[in-house]
């Protein structure tokens, strides 16, 4: 699709306020609806719609597997991290009232990480799953030194 | 973090340590160190629940409310008796797993899917720990998922080996899913008419609902999807292949802890939750889990005995060792609860054992170890084999095994209960388990050995986790005290929380 100068304008346009609006819904999470998995769907639809245009390879120079991944165990990590860091302040996990002197200040600053973490995975699993179907070939099945490969060869060794 | 706060957080520990060291194996490339912070998991796992059981031993009933939030709104995690045996059992076998793992997945699967297959084995440990603490039905729910992927992960590694892994991993995604889809539906039902996810919650209000036939519906819908979970006969048709197509380390985890799990939440269920409307249970009781216990004993133990594959035919007497839990359970008696509950603890040392030894077998001969190829493994492999004798005995229930005290109890039940036919009935399928049991045992120390297998020698990496379950085995039959104090006390907790 990069040949048609129509949608790679589009895209070039839109890539920056998809994010943005991504952003505004994160942060509104807080408040009202929205929060990390509205807005990690609606960031990630901003990547894939670069990598639709541009074409796959466009996409991972963009956003590397590598990052992917480390962004993905990343948000995991930081979601538990909150609760793990709230029981070392000798409270329950997840009990962000511990998280500063006053309640809500520990309220805000709780649900901002633990969406942002949230936010994080969503949108990292989202361009992987985007990627594994999309980069899927046939001929994946034949080579490869994957699962889908015999174990074996560590036995012949 | 204080030592007071480290106990304050046990139940969630339990949990939240597996599932957040998960994206760390992932994240590390070399396998080794993926193995070591498997291993690292599941000894604090390990620790938890151990002093989790002290706790309940000495008569405190713990609940936590996850982010502070009190039930009926927050989630709440709760931890007596039956939920700390079962999560003792579970761990220390996933641990011993995980210690006879270190060697065996890494052979079996590619060097590059170690890391990512020790986060799933990880993420499968911590949603199964989290079926036992939760105290919210739809909390449950979540966790069923977590260890449910986790486990279709695992079973598709498997394709290294032999490619039907990928059919039998998917069949469990697909069945597995419909009882999750069962189990939630069953929620809404109840959901609705009571207002409450909260377990201890929904117990006090289902008695006083009006609409009693919702009450029938939304029962039966949690049910019919746990015991699809716990692949209770005729919906086991998942288990067999995913079992024995699955690597050999991922067979042990999953035959010793995963479906313990999903048969403490039917116990969960029918008790503690629904445990105010008995006449709604009985009838669940007495006319689906018994008869389906004894016919999954039969239906096991005879598919077992037509089986030429080690693996399927140990698949297959699972689903006949599930049929005595469910039926202890079934029976609904203290005793017949707790025997239930020692044989979850004996069931999954005997499998994991015996999983654990076909999988050194198969480690040492590179091939499916079918009846044919075990020949003459008795004298090539003696210390594995031995070791396999062990826990097989105790499968049959032989005196002085583990298994023995198991079928003692449940007998024990049945005739206080004067079900004299279902006693007629257990004790014959102990006989019949000695068929297919006798039939691997004579073709490893009297058959020849096959000229192909002549230079098979044992790896000791494998013995040490192999031989404390299969010591376990015997101790448990010498001494059974703690089990079966536990198990009672379980039973009790279970009874108790009802009424």
Redesign the interface.
């Known amino acids: 699709m990069k040949d048609n100068v129509i949608l790679r304008v589009a895209a070039k346009i839109l890539f920056a306020p998809i994010i943005v609006f991504g952003l505004y819904v994160q942060f509104h999470g807080d408040y009202g609806p929205g929060g990390g998995f509205q807005a990690g769907v609606i960031i990630a639809a901003a990547f894939i719609l670069h990598a639709l245009v541009f074409g796959l390879d466009a996409g991972r120079r963009l956003f590397p597997l590598w990052l992917n991944?480390?962004l993905?165990?990343?948000g995991?990590?930081i979601y538990?991290?909150v609760?793990?860091a709230s029981?070392?302040l000798?409270?329950?996990?997840?009990?962000?009232?511990v998280l500063a002197a006053t309640q809500a200040t520990g309220q805000h600053i709780g649900i901002l990480l633990v969406e942002f973490g949230v936010g994080l995975t969503v949108t990292t699993v989202m361009l992987l799953l985007f990627h594994a179907f999309a980069g899927f070939e046939p001929r994946d099945f034949e080579g490869g030194?994957?699962?889908?490969?015999?174990?074996?060869?560590?036995?012949d060794e | 973090m204080s030592i007071y706060a480290l106990f304050n957080n046990l139940p969630a520990l339990l949990v939240v340590v597996p599932l957040l060291l998960s994206p760390i194996a992932a994240l590390i490339p070399s396998g080794r160190l993926a193995w070591v912070t498997a291993l690292l998991g599941n000894g604090i796992s390990v620790i938890a629940a151990m002093l989790l059981c002290s706790v309940t031993a000495s008569g405190i009933r713990i609940t936590y409310f996850l982010g502070n939030w009190p039930p009926p709104w927050g989630i709440e995690f709760v931890v007596d008796d039956a939920t700390s045996l079962t999560a003792m059992v579970m761990a220390a076998l996933a641990f011993l797993a995980t210690l006879f793992a270190g060697r065996a997945l890494a052979s079996e699967i590619a060097a590059k899917d170690v890391g990512k297959a020790y986060a799933a084995w990880l993420l499968a440990c911590g949603g199964l720990y989290g079926l036992l603490m939760t105290a919210d039905a739809f909390n449950l729910f979540v966790f069923l998922e977590i260890s449910a992927l986790a486990s279709v992960i695992l079973i598709a590694l498997g394709a290294g080996q032999d490619r039907r892994a990928l059919i039998a991993a998917y069949n469990y995604l697909v069945i597995g899913a419909v009882g999750a889809t069962f189990y939630v539906i069953g929620v809404g039902f109840i959901y609705a008419v009571t207002g409450s996810l909260n377990m201890a919650d929904l117990a006090q209000r289902i008695p006083d609902v009006e609409a009693g036939s919702i009450i029938y519906v939304g029962f039966g819908f949690m049910v019919a999807g746990m015991l699809v979970k716990a692949a209770v006969f005729p919906v086991h048709i998942w288990l067999p292949a995913a079992y024995s197509y699955a690597p050999s380390a991922v067979s042990t985890l999953l035959a010793a802890i995963a479906t313990k799990a999903a048969i403490y939440v039917l116990a969960r269920i029918i008790f503690t939750v629904f445990g105010g409307v008995p006449e709604v249970t009985a009838l669940a009781l007495e006319w689906v889990v018994v008869p389906l216990s004894i016919a999954g004993i039969f239906v096991g133990t005879i598919m077992a005995i037509y089986e030429r594959d080690i693996k399927k035919m140990l698949a297959f007497s699972s689903i006949a060792q599930i049929g005595y839990i469910t039926l202890g359970i079934g029976i609904a008696t203290g005793a017949g609860i707790a025997a239930g509950f020692i044989h979850i603890g004996n069931h999954a040392l005997i499998k994991g054992g015996l999983f654990m030894a076909v999988g050194g077998i198969f480690l040492a001969t590179g091939a499916r170890v079918s009846v044919d190829s075990m020949a003459g493994i008795g004298r090539k492999m003696p210390v594995t084999a031995t070791a396999f004798l062990i826990c097989g005995l105790s499968l049959i229930g032989l005196p002085l095994t583990a298994g023995f005290i198991s079928k003692l109890y449940l007998v024990r039940a049945l005739l206080d209960n004067q079900n004299l036919l279902i006693v007629g009935l257990v004790l014959a399928s102990s006989a019949l388990s000695v068929v297919y049991l006798w039939k691997i045992v004579e073709v490893m120390w009297v058959r020849p050995a096959q000229v192909d297998v002549m230079e098979i020698s044992e790896r000791p990496a494998l013995y040490i986790p192999l031989w404390v379950v299969a010591i376990s085995n015997i101790w448990l039959g010498l001494d059974a005290g703690w089990l079966v104090g536990a198990a009672e006390a379980a039973a009790a907790s279970l009874l108790g929380a009802g009424g």
């Not at chain 1, 000798?90 to 009232?97: A, E, R, S, V």
């Open positions: 991944i480390w993905l165990a990343a995991v990590l538990g991290g609760g793990v029981m070392g000798n409270g329950l996990f997840l009990d962000y009232n030194d994957s699962v889908l490969d015999k174990g074996r060869s560590r036995d």
